[in-house]
């Protein structure tokens, strides 16, 4: 397979622990769809339920596909600011030099959020079950008795 920008042999090579095909000239990686989610899998440990839509429409472009030559199309990598190029017989995905780094970079503030949103949904059952519990329960009943009898002191 040749480089789909200028012309050279790609050479297979393990680039953050995926092997893939790397344009030793420009630096270009051609990756399939499984690489490229083994890519962002290095970054993001929640897996492919949680990572969203990788592309929401595209648009033609004249790159050639390495692998078949039909025309490629460009999308917005997880709608943030990455423009990657895929083959729309699921031939791969094209990536300029260092667009890995960046897959990496993205995932990692992808799971970072992801984290957060987990630990508040977490803290939320967790008052939820303060408030049914017990104890607040007697402790409201205490207040109203409280209230009513002013000899009785609440108990907290
Ligand atoms: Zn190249
Ligand atoms: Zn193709």
Not at 55 to 68: A, E
Not at 131 to 143: A, E, P, Q
């Amino acid at each position: 397979m040749k480089c789909q920008s200028c012309d050279t042999e790609l050479m297979p090579k393990k680039r953050d622990g995926v092997e893939m095909e790397v344009c030793p000239s420009c630096d270009g990686m051609w990756l399939s769809r499984q690489e490229l989610s083994q890519l962002e899998d290095k970054a993001f440990d929640f897996g492919d339920d949680e990572k969203g839509s990788l592309m929401l429409g595209s648009s033609p472009t004249t790159h050639k596909c390495p692998q078949c030559g039909k025309f490629m199309n460009s999308f917005q990598y997880r709608l943030y600011e990455l423009e990657m190029l895929f083959c729309e017989d699921q031939h791969g995905f094209w990536l300029e030099a260092d667009e890995d780094k960046r897959v990496l970079e993205l995932m990692k503030k992808e799971e970072a959020n992801l984290a957060r949103t987990v630990l508040a949904e977490d803290r939320f059952a967790a008052h939820l079950r303060y408030l049914r519990s017990g104890s607040f329960m007697d402790k409201i009943h205490d207040l109203a008795i409280a209230a009513i009898d002013p000899r009785s002191k609440p108990r907290f």
